[in-house]
């Protein structure tokens, strides 16, 4: 029965990443809303390596049926999780406590019962925001999950495509699972006004939650504004998250450059990374959000804003197309952007609406719950691929 097996939840991404942290969090607590007999029990794996993201997850650690240390200093890792653990010396060892492991990010285990998560293929499609070693690291990290693994996550249909096209001799069986998003009691106690005060933002802005790395399009975002405003529209945008791209270290002052060339400096608000219920107060007090990404492996910002009833503009991506929801624009065409954000900025007003969230509140749950349900069924299905019988009762 589901109740009795063990899923072991490894800490993906950290302060470096926040989408995987993102990831993983919705992913727990999708779970966590099934009936506690109808899903798995889930434990946190944590390594020496990934001991300092662990800080990322202990906002929802308890959510966790347990957590597993894997490494010979437990003292070390009790003393900076303050937590109860289970002390695994090593792989072997996991693996006789859990039943299955989900996922292996870029990696893979060979013969375990585990999936390897490729999170896209940007370096195949946009290759000059990568080094050539770089490149060359994903490849191979790619082949060998292709060459090793037996089970491969994929989180939209067009990484699944993508894996395909790139490796169709892989004998690896492929399983996409797009993660949706539960909104929390929480999201709908703050407040949308005081965070907009705090941040001294104009009562009507555009939202833009997105790290500033390069493929994330902000450029043409930027000359979006600066468009509307040669046509006599001034609107304000605000944009959240790290501003640091590690590939690209100069990034952020050349963008900074670019917004005074444009001459918009007075509408573009950057925060930087802000506290996570501060920007689903700003995405709810938005007139609306902009993705303009130029390559995602999954985008949880859509997702969060159909929880949310938030009307949307993305670039018309293969894996933003999946979501079927919001409006398109041509991803290199800063004119498309700029037309489809006057036709948007007519018919909008600040947030939030209440009447679309309890609608998109209600559409949440239910999706929310099918993608546990669906979670708990590759389990099953992973057990029966690898021939693995339930690790005894600990």
């Known amino acids: 029965m589901l109740k009795h097996l063990r899923v ?4 993906v991404g950290g302060k470096g990443w926040l989408g995987g942290v993102s990831h993983m969090e919705l992913h727990v607590k999708a779970l966590a809303s099934l009936p506690r007999e109808e899903r798995p029990q889930l434990f946190l794996v944590i ?3 990934t001991l300092d993201g662990f800080a990322c997850y202990r906002p929802f650690a308890a959510l966790f049926d347990g957590l597993i240390y894997i490494g010979a200093d437990i003292g070390a890792a009790s003393a900076a999780t303050d937590l109860p653990l289970i002390h695994c010396v090593d792989w072997d060892d996991l693996f006789t406590q859990i039943d299955f492991l989900f996922p292996v990010s870029f990696n ?3 013969g375990r019962c585990a999936a390897s998560w490729i999170h896209d293929f940007q370096h ?3 290759p000059g925001f990568f080094s050539k070693q770089d490149i060359a690291l994903r490849d191979e990290l790619c082949r060998r999950i292709a060459d090793k693994a037996r089970l491969v996550f994929c989180s939209s249909r067009a990484v699944e495509r993508d894996f395909w096209r790139f490796f169709p001799h892989s004998k690896a069986v492929t399983r996409v699972l797009p993660l949706k998003v539960a909104p929390e009691a929480a999201w709908y106690a703050g407040d949308p006004a005081a965070v907009q005060a705090k941040y001294c933002l104009p009562d009507r802005f555009v939202l833009c939650c997105n790290q500033f790395w390069v493929h994330k399009n902000h450029r043409l975002l930027f000359a979006a504004i600066a468009l509307l405003r040669q046509a006599g529209q001034e609107v304000h945008l605000v944009c959240t998250g790290l501003t640091d791209d590690f590939r690209h270290p100069g ?3 050349e963008l900074n450059q670019y917004i005074k060339e444009l001459g918009v400096p007075d509408l573009v608000h950057i925060l930087g990374q802000i506290p996570r219920h501060e920007q689903i107060q700003l995405i709810r007090r938005s007139l609306f959000v902009v993705q303009p990404s130029l390559f995602e492996g999954l985008s949880l910002i859509v997702q969060e ?3 949310l009833g938030k009307p ?5 991506l293969d894996v933003h197309l999946e979501h079927e929801y919001g409006i398109y624009f041509k991803r290199t065409d800063a004119h ?10 007519a018919v909008s007003r600040p947030g939030p609406d209440t009447a679309r969230e309890t609608e998109a509140r209600l559409q949440a749950a239910g999706l929310t719950a099918a993608y546990g349900q669906a979670f708990c069924q590759l389990v099953e299905e992973a057990i029966a691929l690898f021939g693995k019988k339930a690790a005894p009762a600990r």
């Open 108 to 110: 893979v285990l060979p």
């Open 8 to 11: 072991g939840i490894p800490v």
């Open 305 to 307: 804003c159909r929880a």
């Open 312 to 316: 949307l503009i993305l670039s018309d």
């Open 251 to 253: 990034y952020m002052e």
């Open 47 to 49: 390594t020496n390596d």
């Open 124 to 126: 195949k499609y946009l």
């Open 336 to 345: 498309d952007l700029a037309a489809k954000m006057a036709a948007l900025l």
